[in-house]
C-alpha cells in the first residue's frame, strides 16, 4: 500500500479523509494569499495599466468625426476620392452640421479637424453660423457659395480619412509627417516640423547626459569605495543630500547661480575673468538644461557604480601587480571590466530619466533647452491635442522599453561570454 493509499484511509475528527482536508487547507492557503495581493493589483491596474491602455487608444483612435458626422461619414464610404462627393452628402453634411451648431457640438468636430488641416475650425464654425440661409438643394452649390472650400477635395479627404475612427494621423505628426490630398505619406511645410528636431535633440542630451554622468560619478564612486569608512561615509552623506532637498529649491538655487547678474557672473567680474558687459547667459537655454540635470541624475549613476566597486577585491589589482603590470594598465584591464555592470547599470537608470525629464528643462532651459516631455505637456495643457500627446508619450515608452530590451539582451550576452 502506498503512502497516498494510506492517507486516503486516514479520516479528521469530522470523518473527512485527510488527503482531502490537506487539499483544502492548501486552497484556502492560496486564496488568502492572493487576496493579500488585490490592493496591489488594483493599484497597479489603476495607475499603471489603464493609463497605458487609454494613452494608446487616444494615440490610435478619433472619434469625434466619426461619431458627430457619422451620416456624413457613411455617405462618404461610396466616394471614390476624385472630384468632390454628390449632392447627397452634400445634403447630409448641411443637416449634420445644423443640428450640431444648435445642440452646441460642432466646435467639438471643428477642433479635432483642425488639428488635421489649419483652418477646418473657421470653415465648421462659420458654416454653421450661416446654415441657417439653406433651407434646400441644391445643397453643392449653396454650401460652396457660403465658402469655396467646400469645394476642396481635401477638405472631404480629411472628412473621410477622419471618419475611420482608427488613423495613424498622430504618430505621423509626432515625426512631422502627415496624410496628402491623396493620402500618401509626406512632410510637413518645413516650417512646421518641430518634433523631429526635438527628437533628435532629446536623445543626444540624453545621451551625452549620460556619457558626462559615468565620468563625473565614476571616481566619486571609486573614492566611496576605497576610502576609509569614515571618510567614505561623510561623503556619502553629500551625495544623497540633494535627495533630501526638494527639486524646486535646487532649481532654483541653479537659476540665482547661472543667471547674468547670478553669483557665478559676479565672481566672474569681480575676479576680472570677464567684463559686466560679457557676462555669459548660462540659464534659460541648453547650458542651464545640462548643469541642472547632471546635479539631479548625478547620484543615479553614482549608487550603482559604489555598489559593484564595493563588492570587487582588491586582491584582483595586486595579483596584476606582482605580474608586472602597472598601476594604470592593472585598473583599465582588470578594475575597469569587473565595474562594467555597475556602468550599464547607472547608464540605462541615468538615460531612461533623462529621456522622459519634464521639470528641469521647463524651468531652466527656455525655449532651447526643451525636450520631447515638455512638448507633451505643451499638447496636454496648451493645444488640448491630446490625441498627439498620447501619440508622442507611447513612442517615448516604446524607446524606454526598446532600450531596455537592448540592455537586457547584452547582459545575457555578456554573462554567456563569462559562463
Same mark, same amino acid.
Given at each position: 500500500?502506498?503512502?497516498?493509499?494510506?492517507?486516503?484511509?486516514?479520516?479528521?475528527?469530522?470523518?473527512?479523509?485527510?488527503?482531502?482536508? #490537506?487539499?483544502?487547507?492548501?486552497?484556502?492557503? &492560496?486564496?488568502?494569499?492572493?487576496?493579500?495581493?488585490?490592493?496591489?493589483?488594483?493599484?497597479?491596474?489603476?495607475?499603471?495599466?489603464?493609463?497605458?491602455?487609454?494613452?494608446?487608444?487616444?494615440?490610435?483612435?478619433?472619434?469625434?468625426?466619426?461619431?458627430?458626422?457619422?451620416?456624413?461619414?457613411?455617405?462618404?464610404?461610396?466616394?471614390?476620392?476624385?472630384?468632390?462627393?454628390?449632392?447627397?452628402?452634400?445634403?447630409? #453634411?448641411?443637416?449634420?452640421?445644423?443640428?450640431?451648431?444648435?445642440? &452646441?457640438?460642432?466646435?467639438?468636430?471643428?477642433?479635432?479637424?483642425?488639428?488635421?488641416?489649419?483652418?477646418?475650425? !473657421?470653415?465648421?464654425?462659420?458654416?454653421?453660423?450661416?446654415?441657417?440661409?439653406?433651407?434646400?438643394?441644391?445643397?453643392?452649390?449653396?454650401?460652396?457659395?457660403?465658402?469655396?472650400?467646400?469645394?476642396?477635395?481635401?477638405?472631404?479627404?480629411?472628412?473621410?480619412?477622419?471618419?475611420?475612427?482608427?488613423?495613424?494621423?498622430?504618430?505621423?505628426?509626432?515625426?512631422?509627417?502627415?496624410?496628402?490630398?491623396?493620402?500618401?505619406?509626406?512632410?510637413?511645410?518645413?516650417?512646421?516640423?518641430?518634433?523631429?528636431?526635438?527628437?533628435?535633440?532629446?536623445?543626444?542630451?540624453?545621451?551625452?547626459?549620460?556619457?558626462?554622468?559615468?565620468?563625473?560619478?565614476?571616481?566619486?564612486?571609486?573614492?566611496?569605495?576605497?576610502?576609509?569608512?569614515?571618510?567614505?561615509?561623510?561623503?556619502?552623506?553629500?551625495?544623497?543630500?540633494?535627495?533630501?532637498?526638494?527639486?524646486?529649491? &535646487? #532649481?532654483?538655487?541653479?537659476?540665482?547661480?547661472?543667471?547674468?547678474?547670478?553669483?557665478?557672473?559676479?565672481?566672474?567680474?569681480?575676479?576680472?575673468?570677464?567684463?559686466?558687459? !560679457?557676462?555669459?547667459?548660462?540659464?534659460? !537655454?541648453?547650458?542651464?538644461?545640462?548643469?541642472?540635470?547632471?546635479?539631479?541624475? #548625478?547620484?543615479?549613476?553614482?549608487?550603482?557604480?559604489?555598489?559593484?566597486?564595493?563588492?570587487?577585491?582588491?586582491?584582483? &589589482?595586486?595579483?596584476?601587480?606582482?605580474?608586472?603590470?602597472?598601476?594604470?594598465?592593472?585598473?583599465?584591464?582588470?578594475?575597469?571590466?569587473?565595474?562594467?555592470?555597475?556602468?550599464?547599470?547607472?547608464?540605462?537608470?541615468?538615460?531612461?530619466?533623462?529621456?522622459?525629464?519634464?521639470?528641469?528643462?521647463?524651468?531652466?532651459?527656455?525655449?532651447?533647452?526643451?525636450?520631447?516631455?515638455?512638448?507633451?505637456?505643451?499638447?496636454?495643457?496648451?493645444?488640448? !491635442?491630446?490625441?498627439?500627446?498620447?501619440?508622442?508619450?507611447?513612442?517615448?515608452?516604446?524607446?524606454?522599453?526598446?532600450?531596455?530590451?537592448?540592455?537586457?539582451?547584452?547582459?545575457?550576452?555578456?554573462?554567456?561570454?563569462?559562463?
Amino acid at each position: 500500500m502506498t503512502m497516498s493509499d494510506k492517507a486516503s484511509q486516514i479520516t479528521t475528527a469530522d470523518g473527512m479523509p485527510l488527503k482531502i482536508s #490537506l487539499r483544502r487547507a492548501e486552497r484556502k492557503k &492560496r486564496i488568502k494569499g492572493l487576496l493579500f495581493l488585490v490592493p496591489a493589483l488594483t493599484f497597479i491596474l489603476m495607475t499603471f495599466i489603464m493609463p497605458i491602455a487609454d494613452m494608446l487608444l487616444r494615440g490610435t483612435y478619433i472619434g469625434e468625426v466619426k461619431e458627430l458626422l457619422h451620416h456624413t461619414v457613411i455617405s462618404l464610404e461610396d466616394w471614390d476620392g476624385e472630384g468632390i462627393p454628390d449632392e447627397s452628402t452634400f445634403h447630409t #453634411l448641411a443637416q449634420e452640421i445644423g443640428l450640431l451648431n444648435k445642440n &452646441r457640438l460642432l466646435g467639438k468636430v471643428a477642433l479635432r479637424l483642425n488639428y488635421e488641416k489649419s483652418g477646418m475650425r !473657421n470653415l465648421f464654425t462659420q458654416t454653421g453660423r450661416k446654415i441657417k440661409k439653406i433651407d434646400s438643394g441644391p445643397y453643392i452649390d449653396k454650401l460652396i457659395a457660403l465658402d469655396e472650400r467646400w469645394g476642396d477635395r481635401e477638405t472631404w479627404t480629411i472628412i473621410k480619412r477622419l471618419g475611420k475612427g482608427l488613423t495613424m494621423t498622430h504618430y505621423l505628426a509626432a515625426f512631422d509627417l502627415k496624410y496628402d490630398v491623396n493620402n500618401r505619406i509626406v512632410s510637413q511645410p518645413e516650417a512646421l516640423q518641430i518634433h523631429s528636431r526635438i527628437w533628435l535633440r532629446t536623445l543626444w542630451v540624453s545621451l551625452l547626459l549620460t556619457a558626462l554622468c559615468v565620468l563625473l560619478g565614476y571616481p566619486v564612486a571609486y573614492l566611496l569605495a576605497n576610502l576609509p569608512l569614515k571618510t567614505s561615509n561623510l561623503l556619502m552623506i553629500c551625495v544623497l543630500l540633494p535627495f533630501w532637498t526638494s527639486i524646486l529649491v &535646487r #532649481l532654483t538655487s541653479w537659476i540665482v547661480l547661472l543667471q547674468k547678474q547670478g553669483v557665478i557672473n559676479d565672481i566672474l567680474v569681480w575676479v576680472g575673468i570677464l567684463s559686466d558687459e !560679457n557676462r555669459i547667459r548660462m540659464v534659460y !537655454n541648453m547650458t542651464g538644461t545640462f548643469i541642472a540635470m547632471i546635479q539631479v541624475l #548625478l547620484p543615479f549613476m553614482i549608487l550603482p557604480l559604489y555598489s559593484v566597486m564595493k563588492t570587487i577585491d582588491p586582491s584582483y &589589482r595586486r595579483a596584476a601587480r606582482s605580474l608586472g603590470a602597472n598601476p594604470v594598465r592593472a585598473f583599465w584591464e582588470v578594475y575597469v571590466p569587473q565595474t562594467l555592470p555597475g556602468i550599464g547599470a547607472g547608464s540605462i537608470l541615468v538615460f531612461i530619466l533623462a529621456v522622459g525629464y519634464y521639470i528641469t528643462p521647463a524651468l531652466v532651459g527656455g525655449s532651447t533647452g526643451q525636450l520631447i516631455s515638455n512638448f507633451i505637456a505643451l499638447h496636454m495643457s496648451k493645444t488640448l !491635442n491630446w490625441g498627439l500627446a498620447a501619440a508622442m508619450g507611447t513612442i517615448l515608452l516604446s524607446l524606454v522599453l526598446v532600450v531596455y530590451w537592448l540592455y537586457n539582451r547584452l547582459i545575457g550576452i555578456e554573462n554567456m561570454k563569462l559562463g
